[in-house]
């Protein structure tokens, strides 16, 4: 099988880092050769945190490439557009519509890109999804994360994989039952 290409991008505290974790035990449990690398821009104070994944027959760095990604999956919209780059002509960008605003934004030295969907739309085939409103109305915002994990599981065809045990093994056990919830509801939308 040829290489797959994953890139998982957002802000700093969105659980981007726990969905590629998670992403990448069921690849593995699938049987795939998987490697997985992390940048933690700052994370810890709401900066830029992306994950790339990439697994196949027989994969050999972790790293993605410019112009090669088969799907990003952005957590927040202006990470989606500070990651298109990475999307290959043939790719597909997944983008949660919210919008978290750097400190710069904050204390007005900048002001936040408007036309984001508008420009993402000029340049890939993309999809919009509102996953932190579909997590807010499973009750908890913060499984945003795997609702967007889903929606890579429907769109990469990675649905014959065991997600519910995946998340039963991995997640603490008082939400379980909400992971699993949103990752369907993920797979759902797409």
Same mark, same amino acid.
């Given at each position: %099988?040829?290489?797959?290409?994953?890139?998982?991008?957002?802000?700093?505290?969105?659980g981007?880092?726990? #969905?590629?974790?998670?992403?990448?035990?069921?690849l593995?449990?699938?049987?795939?050769?998987?490697?997985?690398?992390?940048?933690?821009g700052?994370?810890?104070?709401?900066?830029?945190?992306?994950?790339?994944?990439?697994?196949?027959?027989?994969?050999?760095?972790?790293?993605?490439?410019?112009g090669? #990604? $088969?799907?990003?999956?952005?957590?927040?919209?202006m990470? #989606?557009?500070?990651?298109?780059?990475?999307?290959?002509?043939?790719?597909?960008?997944?983008?949660?519509?919210?919008?978290?605003?750097?400190?710069?934004?904050?204390?007005?030295?900048?002001?936040?890109?408007?036309?984001?969907?508008?420009?993402?739309?000029?340049?890939?085939?993309?999809?919009? %999804?509102?996953?932190?409103?579909m997590?807010? #109305?499973?009750?908890?915002?913060?499984? %945003?994360?795997?609702?967007?994990?889903?929606?890579?599981?429907k769109?990469?065809?990675?649905? $014959?994989? $065991?997600?519910?045990?995946?998340i039963?093994?991995?997640?603490?056990?008082?939400?379980?039952?909400?992971?699993?919830?949103?990752?369907?509801?993920? %797979? $759902?939308?797409v």
């Open positions: %099988m040829e290489t797959k290409n994953i890139v998982l991008v957002g802000v700093g505290g969105q981007t880092i726990l #969905a590629a974790k998670l992403l990448t035990i069921g593995m449990e699938a049987g795939y050769d998987v490697k997985m690398s992390e940048i933690h700052m994370s810890q104070r709401g900066g830029s945190v992306s994950s790339l994944v990439r697994y196949g027959d027989d994969v050999q760095s972790p790293v993605i490439e410019i090669s #990604a $088969d799907i990003v999956v952005a957590f927040e919209k990470e #989606a557009l500070r990651s298109l780059e990475y999307l290959k002509p043939s790719g597909k960008i997944i983008v949660n519509d919210t919008e978290i605003y750097p400190l710069s934004v904050i204390i007005g030295a900048n002001t936040y890109p408007e036309g984001i969907i508008e420009e993402i739309a000029s340049k890939a085939n993309y999809r919009v %999804m509102s996953a932190t409103k997590a807010e #109305a499973l009750g908890n915002a913060k499984v %945003m994360n795997v609702i967007l994990l889903g929606s890579v599981v769109a990469m065809g990675l649905t $014959d994989i $065991d997600w519910e045990k995946i039963r093994g991995n997640i603490k056990e008082q939400f379980v039952d909400l992971n699993i919830k949103a990752l369907n509801a993920g %797979m $759902d939308a």
